[in-house]
Structure formats: C-alpha cells, structure tokens
Nanobody
C-alpha cells in the first residue's frame, strides 16, 4: 500500500519561498504521476501542479506559473514543489496525490497525503 508523506509547509511573508516535499513510501516513485492540490479555507480544492510518471510532462495552475516548480528525485522517491514569490492568495493546505496520470479533477484521485499548511502573510 502506498503512503504519501508531506513536509515543508509553514508561515512565510509575501514574496518569500517555501519548498514542499512529498515522499512516496512503498512502491517506486516512477509508478505514479504526482500532483499537488490545495484547498483554501471555504473554497473547493484546486490542482496546483503535476508531474507525469516519467517526469517528461509537467502542469501548472495559471496563477502559479513562473513562480512554482515541480521536480522529481526518483532516487529519494520524492517530489518537490518549490514555491517562490509567494502571495497571500497562495495560503492553503497543500496535498500531495498519486495516480497513474495527472488528473484535473481532485475527485478522481484516490491516493492523498495528510496535507501541509502554507500560510503567506501580507
């Protein structure tokens, strides 16, 4: 059974940076497309970024393009989400997910991590 362990959330001022990490415990990382979703208070979850199984394709939410970068470290079974130039509207709980392919609809994803909170102060 696969488990996803997230880390790296916290409190940061606007303009700052954080790096989220998602470690896959169990099967090899290259069996999964890994996506990050986020859920802000009172809002529906939205997909932030995704990397395909091979890492050859990556996807970003329009509002984070140019600021966030997703990367895979297959040797460590870990995916990172580097978040730069953070804005207060990035404040949310961020969830790592695993699936066979990148999916736009969070309701279609079966495997979720526990979430890590990101708070960006203005």
């Amino acid at each position: 059974q696969v488990q996803l362990v997230e880390s790296g959330g916290g409190l940061v001022q606007a303009g700052g940076s954080l790096r989220l990490s998602c470690t896959v415990v169990g099967p090899a990382l290259d069996q999964y497309a890994i996506a990050w979703f986020r859920r802000a208070s009172g809002k529906d979850p939205e997909g932030v970024s995704c990397t395909s199984r091979t890492g050859s394709s990556t996807y970003y939410l329009d509002s984070v393009k140019g600021r966030f970068t997703i990367s895979r470290d297959n040797a460590k079974n870990t995916v990172h989400l580097q978040m730069n130039s953070l804005k207060p509207e990035d404040t949310a709980v961020y969830y790592c997910t695993a699936d066979l392919q990148c999916r736009r609809n969070p309701g279609s994803v079966d495997i979720w991590g526990q979430g890590t909170r990101v708070t960006v102060s203005s």
